[in-house]
């Protein structure tokens, strides 16, 4: 089993069987498994049962396992999770905007990611920066400035707007789940839906259920490499700074890149050796190297325990 350490990530090449064996402890786990039905060599089948029953062992009451998957094996595997006492908390869906092979049926165009917590686990609610939830679209942009104008133009708008403004603000700090546009009057509600969108501009927006992040195309380095934007929003969601994340299923590495720039700990366990080095690569590229880097056995590591 070889190991590289990289500030705050440790990578294993090694089946995740193991390595989650011989761990003692991760806040969470977030992993996008081999889904099973495709014809590639990396997607084998692996030993679930000992994924999912050390996943209680090594996880606090309040973790998460949030998993990638499809059909038949992401329903099992969610269903096994119950059965151990896991308690479902969400389920998100990756909008890929472009269909990721040519599909028989119908073009498919996103995966479902879902999230549950060990017992007591709440997530945050993180915001999400304005021109990302709006997925970078002109349209959307220009719809809600059209709107911000609407109220702009009219006598006394901006005096009425501070005011909607002012209360709303106070509210936001109260309350994080606090809903915009709340109305009292006609004038009142063009300056909520105008101050609204200038809240969402200045604060941005609430996660939504439905992610919609273009995929890593050009540049992937993985056949079914997830966009390190997408992993951070699951990351923002159930996780906090300092935190550590176990990958059993690492790939190239991205959700390891997504957690040494969010201040997260990052254990991941790739079986391929090409994908282990790819992840090394780009782990280290992030820059985030200031740590040692070292290759010995899980054993014979500095921490004893990974
Ligand atoms: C769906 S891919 C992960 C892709 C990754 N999220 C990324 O963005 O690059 C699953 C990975 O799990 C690896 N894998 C398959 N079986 C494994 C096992 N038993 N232990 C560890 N890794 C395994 C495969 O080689 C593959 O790279």
Known sequence: MKKTIIGDAVLYHAPMEEVIRELGHADHIFTDPPFLYL????????????????????????GFISLFGRGTSFYRWNTR????????????VWDKRRSSGIAKHITRVHETISVHTKKTGILNTPRVPYEEMRAYSLDRIAYDLRRISSRLDKPDGIEKL?????????????????????????????????????????NGMLEKSI??????HCNAVHPTQKPTYLAKRIIALISSPGDTIYDPFMGSGSFGVACMDMGRKYIGSEISAEYYKTAVDRIKQSGYENGR????????SEEGQA
């Open 39 to 62: 014809k590639q060599d990396f997607d084998k089948p692996f030993d679930e049962s000992l994924l999912f029953e050390n996943a209680k062992r090594i996880l606090p009451d309040n």
């Open 81 to 92: 999770l119950a059965e151990l006492g896991f308690k479902f908390r969400e389920e998100l």
């Open 162 to 202: 501070k005011i909607v403004i002012a209360e709303k603000k106070a509210r936001l700090e109260f309350d994080a789940h606090s809903k915009y546009g709340v109305s009292f009057s006609e004038d009142r509600m063009y300056a909520d839906t105008c101050c609204e969108r200038l809240c969402m501009i200045e």
């Open 211 to 216: 992610i919609s992040i273009g995929r890593t």
């Open 293 to 300: 880097d070292s290759e010995a056995g899980l054993e014979a």
